[in-house]
């Protein structure tokens, strides 16, 4: 009996040391289960020669770098990572404009970069915008799904929104003749133009809708703490000069003096 008591103590003993093994691994597995997502959004997010690139992408990169977190960054459809992040925990999508209408949709690291939404026509059009109300008389404006400068068009009312799931669609259908205006964003427009096969000499812009500043988006089921780990971590990245030299590399000539304030939300 006494030996048939000690093996059942051994036998525990081993289960619990299992159990033990098996929650320290769930431990790291959960941590390196976030998923982070972005799109093909040239020169905040893109794809370079089989890897993920981008001013925000390196940012990204830095910051989960110091926290030891595996890098798992994956391009996908804009639609995709979106509705990805809407709907499941432990999602860091980037980079996403902090609007009204996404505010309680998800939980905010940032700020990130900063742009301004401009209206474009084919050169030569002759159009002339001076205000939101003149640009709802417009036969039709292409927009790009779910992008930010949609969702906000239509918050304002227009209902002559041509919507396409890929930005370079816009472009053909402005210069083909199939709408009047395009919205896109000042520091991304160039690549999307060129990718497109055109080139800016081809459009010009005709009224400028927003300038807002754009941040990384993370999932409402995520616990808050890594949110404040993350803001934390991406304060300290703009404190030493690393934030300014990654984003610089991108865009040398920009003006970061809101950007490089920390502590923002």
């Not at 084919?122 to 159009?127: A, D, E, L, Q, W």
Request: proline share 5%; aromatic share 10%.
């Amino acid at each position: 009996m006494k030996g048939l008591h000690w093996f059942s103590v051994i036998l525990c003993l081993f289960v619990l040391a299992g159990c033990a093994s098996a929650t320290q691994t769930g431990t790291v597995k959960g941590s390196s289960a976030v998923q982070m997502l972005t799109e093909e959004y040239p020169p905040v997010t893109f794809k370079k020669d089989g890897k993920v690139t981008g001013f925000v992408t390196d940012i990204v990169r830095e910051i989960i770098a110091r926290q030891g977190i595996p890098d798992n960054i994956r391009l996908t459809s804009w639609d995709e990572a979106y509705n990805t992040a809407l709907n499941k925990p432990n999602v860091v999508l980037f980079s996403a404009e902090r609007t009204d209408k996404r505010e309680n949709l998800f939980q905010w690291v940032g700020p990130v970069g900063k742009n301004s939404a401009i209206f474009y026509a084919k050169k030569g059009s002759g159009i002339k915008i001076n205000s939101l109300e003149d640009a709802k008389k417009i036969a039709a404006i292409a927009t790009t799904t779910d992008w930010f400068t949609e969702q906000y068009l239509k918050e304002k009312g227009f209902t002559n929104l041509v919507s396409s799931p890929l930005p370079g669609t816009s472009v053909k259908q402005l210069m083909n003749g199939e709408v009047k205006l395009s919205i896109f964003t000042d520091i991304t427009v160039p690549e999307i133009v060129k990718n497109a096969g055109y080139g800016m000499g081809d459009l010009e812009p005709v009224f400028t809708v927003s300038s807002t500043h754009f941040y990384i988006a993370i999932s409402r089921g995520t616990p808050p703490e890594m949110v404040k780990k993350w803001q934390s971590v991406l304060d300290g990245v703009k404190a030493d000069g690393t934030f300014e030299k990654i984003y610089r590399t991108y865009i040398p000539n920009a003006d970061l003096n809101d950007l490089l304030k920390t502590g923002q939300k």
